[in-house]
């Protein structure tokens, strides 16, 4: 049971920490920018784009032609145009209404502050690697997704780097108050009664 009321407090600390960082500080919207004109960019995307959700590169190289002329003719649009990574929902949403999101978000965090306190448990008594331990999911969770992303897709770096600090540090105070629990649960199991 401590192990679940430990993921359960560390789902909070790390949502709160996420709720924070988007909207008091910049971490999480960090090289996010709207166009500069935003209907006939809306406008070439209904129009454009196949109208079901995918994500969509431009310029685009169809892996099924492999022959030299292809190539050569996706290297030059490559050089001489801008590139995009499109995530695209043909259907609007409002994006005030976040209830469904926070929700998965929480639980997200919460299984993942769950995995957290299974390595906890598992690998050391000692507080201060536990928490080192959570920093650890953190920096591996930016390699193993953030920087593939800014390697492959362009993701900018200012991106990048935020969501490493945000990682780091939501997980460096999730850790520490989840090894504070683990600990105080230990010791109040060792005191005789």
Not at 35 to 63: H, N, R
Not at 71 to 81: G, I, S, V, W
Not at 97 to 102: A, D, P
């Amino acid at each position: 049971m401590r192990i679940v009321i430990a993921g359960l407090i560390g789902g909070i600390v790390i949502f709160l920490w996420g709720a924070f960082a988007h909207m008091a500080l910049p971490i999480g919207e960090l090289s996010m920018r709207g166009p500069t004109s935003e209907a006939p960019v809306m406008a070439a995307l209904k129009t454009s784009l196949p109208q079901e959700p995918g994500i969509y590169v431009l310029p685009w190289f169809d892996m099924s032609h492999h022959d030299p002329a292809s190539k050569a003719a996706y290297r030059e649009r490559a050089l001489a145009n801008p590139y995009a990574f499109i995530v695209y929902q043909p259907t609007g949403r409002d994006g005030m209404n976040m209830g469904g999101e926070l929700i998965v978000q929480w639980f997200a965090g919460t299984l993942a502050a769950l995995v957290v306190a299974l390595g906890m448990i598992w690998c050391t008594p000692r507080r201060s690697r536990r928490t080192w331990l959570a920093v650890g999911f953190g920096v591996f969770t930016w390699l193993s997704i953030s920087v593939p992303y800014w390697n492959w897709y362009r993701f900018p770096v200012a991106f990048t780097l935020g969501s490493l600090v945000e990682q780091v540090v939501g997980w460096l105070i999730a850790g520490a108050v989840m090894s504070w629990w683990l600990g105080r649960t230990e010791l109040r199991a060792r005191l005789p009664s």
